[in-house]
């Protein structure tokens, strides 16, 4: 899943399907915005949907499919409430969060619009990306779970 999560009107709905339909050893991977204080900079003063770290809960008021979102929710739930995901769902084993790409999404423009720079120049941008600590400037987390038997 790539930028899904963030959008789900109720996690706990998905999560609690999800760990009954992945097949015991099946993967869930997923691609979400992730907060530090790079990120969180960025999406408040540079994205037009909601990042709210400090959400009460996993559920996101919607008008329609993708109409809501909280861009921290997966922060939130793989983060500051890991111990309550883990307890409500002990078949969906977190794997593996890897924070990733604080500037090559930014450049590249994102999802809607062009990039600002030429294809040939990522392949730098991606290197100095690499050598810094991308835990704290990371806009993104690849995030890994396991269905457990």
């Keep these: 899943m790539t930028d899904v999560l963030h959008h789900i009107p109720d996690c706990n ?46 559920i996101i008021e919607s ?18 409430d890991r111990k309550v995901f883990t307890d409500k769902y002990p078949k969906l084993k977190i794997l593996n969060i890897k924070p990733i790409m604080p500037i090559s999404y930014l450049l590249s423009g994102g999802i809607s619009m062009r990039s600002f720079l030429p294809s040939g120049v990522y392949k730098p941008v991606r290197y100095l990306e690499k050598r810094l600590k991308e835990s704290s400037w990371a806009m993104f987390a690849v995030i890994t779970l396991s269905r457990q038997k």
């Design 13 to 58: 709905l998905f999560f609690s399907e999800a760990s009954h339909v992945i097949r015991p050893g099946g993967k869930l991977v997923m691609i979400e915005p992730w907060n530090t204080t790079w990120s969180k900079w960025v999406y408040l003063h540079l994205h037009h949907e909601k990042f709210e770290p400090k959400a009460e809960d996993w």
């Design 63 to 80: 008008s329609g499919p993708l109409s809501g979102a909280n861009g921290a929710l997966p922060w939130v739930i793989f983060n500051r």
